[in-house]
């Protein structure tokens, strides 16, 4: 399978916890975007990288997520001491050009 | 801020007919607008993309046109079936309008084709 993969699929945590999920791109795309959604809204958009430079972040993410993308292949999205309204679908989704871009399955994250 | 407004509430729609599903936005002039399926516990799968200078792109059984004027873009679904059955969202692309942002999407229109 050549699309977008994440994992885990699903993840359920303790609040306070820290976790990580990994996205793997599209191999030829180097656009990668995060996106948060929960039930009944569409995706938020949370960050952006282009190769391995973070080029913008949401207003909407605070200090205690962070996004990496070495060597511009694979990224991870870091949640630090994580909350109950930090439980949503995290979605990952890469391109090639600006234009349509691909979505992984998913993240299911549940924080109790 | 930009806003974006789908049909909020769920569009029933009877096979064999077509599905119109509209996409308003206010305070923002979009480079280009997308339209992409959810299905339920799946990332959304791309559909089309329109751009600003665009009246009306067509794909199979799909047709999107966009009205910058009026700001919204309406997408249809003709000879609808079942397997139709999804949540649509609309995007359009970031602040800047250059692109390199991210999409910022709709709520979605719950869309249900009953045979």
């Known amino acids: 399978d050549t699309g977008v993969s994440q994992n885990p699929r699903h993840k359920i945590t303790k609040r306070g916890q820290n976790v990580t999920f990994r996205c793997d791109p599209i191999?030829?795309?180097?656009?990668l975007y995060w996106y948060r959604q929960t039930l009944g809204q569409g995706p938020e958009f949370l960050t952006y990288?282009?190769?391995?430079?973070?080029?913008?972040k949401s207003r909407l993410l605070s200090d205690r997520f962070s996004a990496e993308r070495p060597k511009g292949s694979f990224s991870t999205l870091e949640i630090q001491r994580t909350e109950q309204g930090d439980s949503a679908m995290y979605l990952c989704?890469?391109?090639?050009?600006?234009?349509?871009?691909?979505f992984g399955p998913g993240t299911r994250l549940t924080v109790l | 801020s930009q806003k974006i407004e789908q049909n909020s509430e769920a569009l029933n729609i009877q096979e064999g007919k077509t599905a119109t599903l509209t996409c308003n936005y206010t305070?923002?002039?979009?480079?280009?607008l997308q339209w992409y399926r959810q299905d339920p516990g799946r990332g959304p799968v791309f559909l089309l993309l329109?751009?600003?200078?665009?009246k009306e792109k067509r794909k199979e059984r799909l047709k999107v046109t966009f009205d910058t004027t009026l700001k919204q873009s309406l997408f249809h679904i003709t000879a609808s079936q079942p397997a139709d059955s999804a949540t649509y969202l609309c995007?359009?692309?970031?602040?800047?309008?250059?692109?390199?942002?991210?999409?910022?999407f709709g709520k979605g229109t719950h869309l249900i084709i009953q045979p």
């Open positions: 989704a890469s391109s090639h050009t600006v234009s349509e871009q691909f």
């Open positions: 191999s030829e795309h180097n656009r």
């Open positions: 990288f282009q190769n391995e430079a973070q080029l913008e």
């Open positions: 305070n923002y002039s979009p480079a280009y």
């Open positions: 329109i751009r600003e200078n665009e």
């Open positions: 995007a359009l692309d970031g602040d800047s309008g250059g692109g390199a942002d991210g999409l910022t």
